[in-house]
């Protein structure tokens, strides 16, 4: 089981990550699904959370899932 301090400093890590795809969102106005990965530095499952995360909480709104890209909202 993880201690309570690994999960923490996951939950740190999640928080960059996704400020990184913000970040790129904002310089961008759309980002494809397919770089997420690459800009928040994670494995593509990590990256698939990340964007699921900030779509589900409405901080980026989806185009025609799976494939669309990702956009403010």
Known sequence: ??????????????????GR???AVLHR???????VDAIAG????????????LVEKGVLASEAAPFGGVKES
Not at 1 to 18: F, N, Q, T, Y
Not at 43 to 51: D, F, K, T, V
């Open 1 to 18: 089981m993880d201690s309570p301090r690994a999960a923490s400093a996951g939950r740190w890590a999640s928080k960059l990550e996704s």
């Open 42 to 53: 994670t494995g593509e499952r990590q990256g698939r959370r990340i964007l699921a995360a």
């Open 21 to 23: 795809v913000l970040e």
């Open 29 to 35: 106005g759309e980002l494809p699904r397919g770089e």
